[in-house]
């Protein structure tokens, strides 16, 4: 759904000061009813704002079927609502129900927490309620135990029908495993296909005639059975990884991506569904806990839908899998050596596919020297083929960030100057809110004309039978132009421009904390890289091509600047670096200072606003014209 229509200004026009916010959520049960559906919920949100005269508003939607007994970390739409609530800029807040807001009282007091000391309206679309007496908090907590009591039983008739499906042998519901198809399934495919709905239902039916039944798909369950082999036939006896490789070199694909995953290869051969199996967590059901289990450690029941192994079969991967998890695989290593350390590992992440880059080594060989990479795990796991991202040698680059960060706690002249830089760009950049804080004045002047030319009306007024209207407007335009006072209060603390007074030493004593910092770890790059990630967001980021990366880290502004105390701001140093050697040979990461390149060659500094990193990264791109297309990548 469009920005355009979950909102009632343009998305080229700036937002107003204050508006009016609707929530918008639903499960997947009611996702498939149309009067719950999210389109619905949207369309009779507008109806009510029109109809309650609420000309400023926006509609939060959450993007998935998410529940209510969830906080903000697990709902993004609410998330975005608590955070412009507490921003000043939420009205009130109106639902379908509020049981979209909460499904149980820990969820519901933690919101009223946050809408009661800013006054926030509570509205559903039949009333508004009332959260600040006893009697409201009490009907609202009988509501909340309401929608607890509701969900419990939901779970329970849930848990009592998947089990009974189960013992019956049938499958629990969902889109069917890799190896089988369905009717749903196939009416999907000829529905992407472009054909018509009715005939895409009509050959869907005649096809597969019986609905919510697993059909055996030959081409997949070709694949099934391979896998299977590879893994247990002692001719082959293949893992999970060399498995997937095989079926890649092969030609074999699953059904969205283009290879098979170390993780997927262990989800079909962990399934009993293949075996001709259901299984439920009877352990769990006993003691009314939710299911932990893994679905080969449950109690299986013989299923109705046809195998594509034998159980047998089955139950010697399993056999297999638990006797080689046993092993303990260890690198040997000389008496007295430490183990391997690689300092970015966890901070790193790919620039291709944006898995982890993790540390590997190397076996030493006939000198007794191992080789010590930065590898995509995604390629670790499923090969080339996964993500083609090249192995970047460990040594060379961990000493240029480490060498990177000494640089920077000695150079208190740059970081001078670069501050200095932002604060001229920061000046010429005036907040968005100031146009709101214009409009809001002149609001302001003319309620305040408004109510002296009421008060003239009444002054020169002969009879006693219009003084009640008139009296009545005024009171409305008081309450009004208190309203807008507030708002221009607010509006101009938030939209005042922050002229940060650099002090040398500051500065001076800011980088000496660091040196500090530094100096107590030595001897530990991982737990220095780790600390400084943790307290300065210390970012790493490798060019696809592997020759060169970005080391960034923020330093508050509060901590070098007079007058920025609670501040928001973070100035986020940030060096290109780059290996110019191409070759076999060892690498030497350096500061570049190509002419030709100006992102490659001028240290950047960028101002980030708290949860917007992403934001100050393309705009350090769009105001470096002749960065390099692989920079641009890495830093977008």
């Known amino acids: 759904m469009k920005r355009s229509q979950l909102q009632s200004w343009g998305e080229e026009s700036p937002p107003p000061a204050r508006w009016w916010a609707f929530y918008v959520r639903v499960t997947k049960e009611e996702s498939l009813k149309k009067d719950l559906s999210v389109p619905n919920q949207c369309a009779r949100a507008r109806e009510i704002a029109a109809a309650r005269g609420w ?19 697990k709902r993004p739409a609410f998330r975005q609502l608590i955070d412009d609530i507490v921003s000043g800029n939420v009205i009130g807040v109106c639902a379908r129900h509020t049981d979209r807001f909460w499904r149980g009282n820990e969820i519901q007091g933690r919101f009223l927490r946050v809408l009661k000391p800013l006054g926030i309206e509570l509205w559903d679309f039949n009333s508004r309620y009332d959260y600040k007496s006893a009697h409201g908090r009490f009907s609202l907590q009988v509501l909340g135990a309401a929608s607890e009591l509701e969900v419990g039983l939901m779970a329970e008739r849930i848990r009592e029908m998947r089990r009974g499906k189960a013992i019956r042998g049938q499958t629990g519901g969902g889109a069917p495993p890799f190896g089988y198809t369905s009717q749903s399934r196939r009416m999907a495919e000829l529905v992407a296909a472009d054909v018509p709905r009715d005939e895409a239902y009509r050959q869907a039916c005649l096809q597969y005639p019986v609905g919510k039944c697993w059909y055996v798909d030959e081409d997949e369950a070709q694949i099934v059975r391979l896998m299977f082999k590879l893994y247990t036939d002692p001719q082959y006896r293949y893992g999970a990884k060399r498995i997937a490789r095989y079926l890649h070199q092969h030609g074999f694909h699953p059904r969205k991506t283009t290879a098979f995953s170390v993780t997927f290869i262990m989800k079909v051969i962990n399934s009993p569904s293949y075996a001709g199996f259901t299984s439920f967590d009877e352990d769990a059901y006993e003691n009314r806990m939710p299911s932990k289990a893994p679905r080969h450690k449950q109690k299986l029941y013989r299923g109705e839908h046809p195998a594509l192994i034998e159980p047998e079969l089955w139950q010697a991967a399993q056999q297999i899998k638990e006797t080689e998890r046993t092993v303990q695989r260890t690198r040997k290593t000389q008496k007295g050596a430490l183990a391997e350390i690689f300092s970015l590992t966890g901070i790193m992440s790919c620039p291709q596919c944006g898995a982890a880059m993790v540390g590997k080594s190397t076996q030493p060989r006939n000198r007794g020297v191992s080789y010590r990479y930065y590898q995509c795990c995604r390629r670790y796991n499923g090969g080339i083929e ?13 000493d240029a960030v480490w060498k990177w960060v000494h640089d920077l706690m000695d150079n208190q002249a740059f970081v001078m100057e670069q501050l200095e830089r932002m604060q001229k760009k920061y ?7 100031r146009q709101q804080l214009v409009a809001l004045r002149r609001r302001r002047e003319a309620l305040k004309a408004g109510i002296e030319k009421y008060f003239r009306l009444f002054e020169s007024a002969q009879s006693t039978e219009p003084d009640v209207a008139i009296l009545d407007r005024v009171r409305a335009l008081r ?10 209060a607010a509006l101009e603390t938030r939209s005042a421009p922050a002229e940060l007074e650099v002090s040398p030493e500051r500065v001076r004593r800011y980088l000496a904390t660091l040196r500090q910092k530094v100096a107590e770890h030595a001897d530990l790059q991982r737990v220095l890289f780790m600390e400084l990630q943790r307290e300065h967001d210390l970012q790493v980021r490798v060019a696809p091509s592997g020759e060169e990366f970005t080391a960034s880290i923020a330093l508050p502004t509060e901590a070098f600047a007079k007058g920025s105390a609670g501040a928001p701001e973070q100035k986020v140093l940030m060096s290109v670096l780059k290996s110019p050697d191409a070759g076999g ?43 390099s297309p692989a920079m641009a990548k890495t830093t977008s």
Request: hydrophobic share 40%; charged share 25%.
């Open 55 to 73: 000309t400023d508003y926006r509609i939060y939607v959450e993007e998935k079927n998410v529940s209510a007994e969830l906080w903000a970390e």
């Open 386 to 398: 996964a993500c083609s991202m090249p192995t970047i040698p460990a040594e060379g680059l961990q």
């Open 479 to 488: 309450a009004e132009l208190q309203s807008v006072e507030a708002e221009v």
């Open 427 to 433: 000046r010429k950049e005036q907040p968005a809110g």
């Open 585 to 627: 040979g060892p690498r030497v990461w350096r500061k570049v200072n190509d002419a030709s390149a100006t992102l490659r060659a001028t240290l950047c500094m960028a101002l980030r606003i708290c949860r917007a990193r992403s934001e100050s990264l393309r705009s350090i791109c769009s105001a470096m014209p002749a960065a």
